[in-house]
């Protein structure tokens, strides 16, 4: 059987989003053998999805795998996944919906690989139980994307002295409230994780705006920041896992 794989994004305007986004396609199409794959945007800039699963359905296919490329399930997602079954209809070509990439140890473990190589980067010896760690999401009106910032952060709690989450719009705790809590623990470094997909504008640009007046007022000693998930080799296992999933269920 001769199948692609289509990659839905949020969507991003920065050039480092898309650099990634061709990365991550080069790869799983190297390790899962495809025919192609390709990805497209929910929002923000095209290609939309139905000009992405239009592209696909022009390759010589028999069927195509999408996976929703969201951190967290909710409303993002179930657009997503409602305009490919519009096309559905329209094509031969067997559509199988992955799960988003959340609620899963992976997502853990690639956390916990940040944290470990931004102590390593900075020469910071201390164990992890003397490590205080605060993630920032992007926040969501779904209760769903809460939940699944919660497995996460209730799986990384074991292996810290305390772990925190904030998010950098739409619900709180908000930045400031996030360091403000953290700052309360008197830690001896505080981690700030970047819970972001790829460098896009918040990463760059907008997290800061509201992280450095947070830690100018604070009285915390020594933080230290990780890099986003970006093209993380987890993150292209993970996108096969969910593939693999669904195509050996049909």
Do not use: W
């Not at 692609?4 to 190297?30: F, M, N, P, T």
């Not at 760690?133 to 810290?160: E, F, R, T």
């Not at 604070?218 to 920041?225: A, E, N």
């Amino acid at each position: 059987m001769k199948r692609g794989l289509l990659l839905i994004d949020r969507g991003s305007r920065e050039q480092e989003a898309k650099d990634e986004l061709e990365y991550i396609c080069k790869k799983v199409q190297q390790k899962g053998n495809y025919v192609f794959v390709n990805y497209c945007f929910l929002e923000v800039v095209p290609p939309f999805i139905e000009e992405g699963i239009t592209n696909c359905l022009k390759e010589e296919i028999d069927a195509l795998t999408i996976v929703p490329y969201f951190l967290y399930p909710g409303k993002k997602v179930k657009i997503a996944v409602t305009e490919a079954a519009k096309l559905q209809a329209k094509t031969k070509v067997k559509f199988a919906v992955t799960k988003p990439m959340s609620m899963h140890k992976t997502m853990v473990d690639i956390v916990n690989s940040k944290i470990e190589s931004a102590l390593k980067k900075n020469n910071i010896t201390l164990s992890n139980n003397k490590v205080d760690v605060l993630v920032i999401g992007h926040g969501s009106k779904d209760p769903n994307a809460q939940i699944s910032m919660k497995y996460v952060i209730d799986n990384l709690k074991p292996s810290y002295r305390n772990v925190e989450y904030c998010f950098l719009e739409i619900e709180e705790p908000n930045i400031a409230q996030g360091i403000q809590k953290c700052d309360k623990n008197s830690p001896e470094v505080l981690v700030i994780v970047f819970y972001f997909l790829h460098e896009g504008a918040h990463v760059k640009r907008d997290i800061y705006q509201d992280l450095n007046p947070a830690l100018e007022k604070s009285s915390l000693r020594k933080t230290i920041i990780t890099e986003h998930i970006g093209t993380d080799d987890k993150m292209i296992d993970f996108v096969l896992e969910r593939a693999r999933e669904v195509e050996n269920a049909n």
